[in-house]
């Protein structure tokens, strides 16, 4: 799920020249929302909350959800005051990660297996090998669209580029339901017009120091040379990284089979509590 900020003028045309463009990044919708919905109907078209009880947050929201200004991570008592006829459900995250196997099993499995998980709703795909059968990125693209829809009803984006950053910036910008292909000679005028935000990896305490040195955009990130962007970021790994990412460069390369990270579960109390008793139970 991605919770970078999307640009409309990102979201056209910007040629269809997918040479080179061999990194796909699939983004399910509203993932946990949208699974809810799946299994009963009646939700469709509702605002669907995922999140219950009274100090909780929100893990999810449906697109009618969000027209409220209900965002995930958001206390759950704010989205009830945001959407008051909200149908709030509690996470079932056993449902979600079962779903999520079956999704990257029967989809993303059938066209390569060089597949690289990011969460129970995003991954990487790298489809090079795939090219010979498939012929182009978007046809593939397509194929996966039209899968999850099919099997699992769902829907995703994609965003087709040359490396992961174009890629993951471009399905951000296809939401929802949609598909996005940046040619790869077209990378540099399309983080060109992002906010600094929209760059993954410039979160707000970055953001905040570049702002400290008069740097708000990417036309002024591009202008600071790479010794100074050291001293602003306070490291060279940082550093680094803004001076590609501001022109559209990123060499990692999408990384199969990495170790599953552990998935963790929590609950909120009803009310403070320094009683060790209650925190077990």
Sequence with gaps: MSTAPRVNAAKRDWGRNASGCTILH????????SLEAARNPRLLGKPVIIGTGSRSVVSAASYEARKYGVNSAMPTAQARRLCPNGIFLPVDMPYYVSISSRIFKEVFSKITDKVE??????????????LLRWKTPIAIGEWIRSEVARKFHITCSVGIASNKLIAKMASTNAKPNGMLIIPQNRN???????????????????AKKLATWGINSIEMLRSVDEKTLERVAGSKVLARMLYNTSRGIDTRQVMPHVPEKSIGTESTLDKDTTDIAAVKN
């Design 117 to 130: 998980q990011v969460s129970v709703d995003e991954c990487y795909v790298d489809v090079s090998s795939a």
């Design 26 to 33: 699939i983004d399910m919708d509203a993932f946990y929302a």
């Design 188 to 206: 540099a005028d399309f983080v060109s017009i992002m906010p600094l935000r929209a760059i993954p990896g410039i979160g707000p305490a970055l």
